[in-house]
């Protein structure tokens, strides 16, 4: 079993910045890739970016593509979420996923691990 714990998110201006990081713990070996999920009020979780832990190679929403950067430590078993020039629709509950296989990086149901989530909140 993997044990994620996201940490960094807050409240941000728009057009400021911010870096998420997800720890993993646990059966770490067991991890093929990893993911950022965020939920707004009233929304469906969405896919926002995911990286395959091995090779390293990424995966971006169309809303997020130049302007959030997902990478890893494989050290630290730790996976990053860098953001830049948020905006007031990228507030949401940022969720990091863990899972096996290699195929299915922009669907939850391929993940089987779950942080608790972090809020980011952009606002003047």
């Known amino acids: 079993q993997v044990q994620l714990a996201e940490s960094g998110g807050g409240l941000v201006q728009p057009g400021g910045s911010v870096r998420l990081s997800c720890a993993a713990s646990?059966?770490?070996?067991?991890?093929?890739?990893m993911a950022w999920f965020r939920q707004a009020p009233g929304k469906e979780r969405e896919f926002v970016a995911g990286?395959?832990?091995?090779?390293?190679?990424?995966s971006y929403a169309d809303s997020v593509k130049g302007r959030f950067t997902v990478s890893r430590d494989n050290a630290k078993n730790t996976m990053y979420l860098q953001m830049i020039s948020l905006q007031p629709e990228d507030t949401a509950l940022y969720y990091c996923?863990?899972?096996?296989?290699?195929?299915?990086?922009?669907?939850?149901?391929?993940?089987?691990?779950w942080g608790q989530g972090t809020q980011v909140t952009v606002s003047s």
């Open positions: 646990g059966f770490t070996f067991s991890i093929n890739k």
């Open positions: 996923a863990a899972g096996p296989g290699w195929g299915g990086i922009g669907r939850a149901e391929s993940y089987g691990s």
């Open positions: 990286i395959m832990w091995g090779l390293g190679s990424t």
